[in-house]
Structures are given as structure tokens and as C-alpha cells.
């Protein structure tokens, strides 16, 4: 009995294993591949990407200090997915403003 569970959890842990291998191969690959342009649609890439990175830990940590990481993680979530739906809807209402002026 206890070698079918012995089985399955190794079985688990090979899966788990060669999906994060082969993910990391196909980022790397990625990057090495595909070139990013530094400029899409008039807005800087790179600095849009390490911005959003910078964000995360200044809304992760104090929420981590003040609750637990349970909350932390769910104000974090909350927190990015209320920005990029603001930043959406000043894109969309940018956009419009600027195809009705033309």
C-alpha cells in the first residue's frame, strides 16, 4: 500500500521537476532568441517591466508587516490588478480622446 503512495509522490516531484527545467530552458532561449524592441506604442518597455517589478515588493512588505502572508498576498494581487485596470482605462480613454482630435 504505502509503495503505490511512494510511486505517485515521486512520479509528482519528476513532473514538477522537468516542468520548472524545461521552463527555465525556454526562457533563456527566449531571451537569447527574441530581441524586444525598447519602444512599443510610444511607451518605454523596459522601464514599464522594472517598474512594475520595483512595485511589487513596495506593496508586498508593508503588507506583510501589518498582516499576514496570506494578506499580503491577496493586497498584493488586489493592489497590481486594480493599477493595471486604471492604467487600461487611461489607455482606452487616452486613445479615444486622441482618435477624436484627429
Not at 20 to 32: P, W
Not at 64 to 72: D, H, P, V, Y
Request: glycine share 6%.
Amino acid at each position: 500500500m504505502y509503495i503505490l503512495a511512494d510511486i505517485i509522490i515521486i512520479s509528482g516531484l519528476l513532473t514538477i521537476l522537468a516542468a520548472i527545467v524545461l521552463t527555465c530552458y525556454s526562457i533563456c532561449h527566449s531571451l537569447r532568441v527574441n530581441k524586444r524592441e525598447s519602444m512599443e506604442n510610444g511607451i518605454p518597455v523596459g522601464i514599464l517591466g522594472w517598474g512594475v517589478f520595483a512595485l511589487l515588493p513596495v506593496i508586498f512588505f508593508p503588507a506583510l508587516i501589518i498582516g499576514s502572508l496570506a494578506n499580503a498576498c491577496l493586497i498584493t494581487t488586489l493592489a497590481m490588478f486594480f493599477i493595471a485596470a486604471a492604467a487600461l482605462a487611461y489607455s482606452k480613454i487616452n486613445t479615444h480622446i486622441t482618435r477624436r482630435h484627429v
